[in-house]
Nanobody
Framework: QVQLVESGEGLVQAGGSLRLSCTAS????????????MGWFRQAPGKEREFVAA????????RYADSVKGRFTIARDNAKSTVNLQMNSLKPDDTAVYYC?????????????????WGQGTHVTVSS
């Protein structure tokens, strides 16, 4: 079992930056955490959950939603069992609850259905 806890929620003006963090616990001896694909998803009010970014076990491969490409960066630290999402040039459309997720698999996936564990979510509000 893996528990994921997000942090870094906040209110920021358009054009600003915010950094979200996700810390994994449970079966997360550093070598074991590296066995998980890590992803970030978000859900805006009245909308379905959508993929934001994902990173492979080593951090050497990443994928981003087109809407955030060039503005967001995902990174992981396997020794600390953490994954971060640096969000720059934020827009009001980025307002959502952001979720960290872990998938026990080797290849990257953007499908939420293929992730095994989820955090409770953290709120990001971008004002215009």
């Amino acid at each position: 079992q893996v528990q994921l806890v997000e942090s870094g929620e906040g209110l920021v003006q358009a054009g600003g930056s915010l950094r979200l963090s996700c810390t994994a616990s449970g079966r997360t001896v550093s070598g074991y955490f590296s066995g998980y694909i890590m992803g970030w998803f978000r859900q805006a009010p009245g909308k379905e959950r959508e993929f934001v970014a994902a990173i492979n076990w080593s951090g050497g491969s990443t994928r981003y939603a087109d809407s955030v490409k060039g503005r967001f960066t995902i990174a992981r630290d396997n020794a600390k069992s953490t994954v971060n999402l640096q969000m720059n040039s934020l827009k009001p459309d980025d307002t959502a609850v952001y979720y960290c997720a872990a998938a026990r698999r080797f290849s990257l996936t953007i499908s939420g259905d293929e992730y095994d564990y989820w955090g409770q979510g953290t709120h990001v509000t971008v004002s215009s």
